[in-house]
């Protein structure tokens, strides 16, 4: 055999057992790079959110209160407020409102994993 076709057929055959190389992101990583809620964007009483877990955040003390707590199951969304010697609560289910100081909560939608709220200033 000429010198080049078996140049030719040994760069083949390496090739054909070359491991292949991928350029996707593992599951996991792109899983853990998922877009966390902004949690600073509610200080003004106004925000939607969407959680996967339980959270707690400040607020601005015009409401009376210094933070917001919001915890959730597949049923129902628990949304607490505390400030200086104050406690306000609400127990909100999938589709209804009512609020903690006047800051409002909607429960836009609610399953085990998640939750998605809007909050808005009440006047």
């Known amino acids: 055999m ?14 054909a057992f070359a491991p292949a190389v991928t350029t996707a992101a593992p599951a996991t990583v792109a899983h853990a790079a998922a877009k966390k ?11 939607n959110l969407t959680l996967t877990k339980s959270v707690s955040f400040r607020v601005s003390s015009r409401y009376g209160i210094t933070r917001l707590a ?19 609560q609400a127990w909100l289910g999938k589709g209804t409102s009512g609020s903690v100081n006047n800051i409002g909560v909607k429960v836009v939608s609610l399953s085990s994993g998640k939750a998605k709220l809007q909050l808005a200033p009440r006047r």
């Open 2 to 15: 000429p010198a080049t076709i078996t140049t030719a057929l040994a760069v083949a055959a390496s090739l």
């Open 37 to 47: 809620p902004n949690l600073r964007a509610c200080y003004d009483g106004k925000c």
């Open 70 to 88: 919001i915890s959730f199951s597949s049923t129902r969304v628990h949304v607490k407020g505390t400030g200086p010697g104050v406690t306000s």
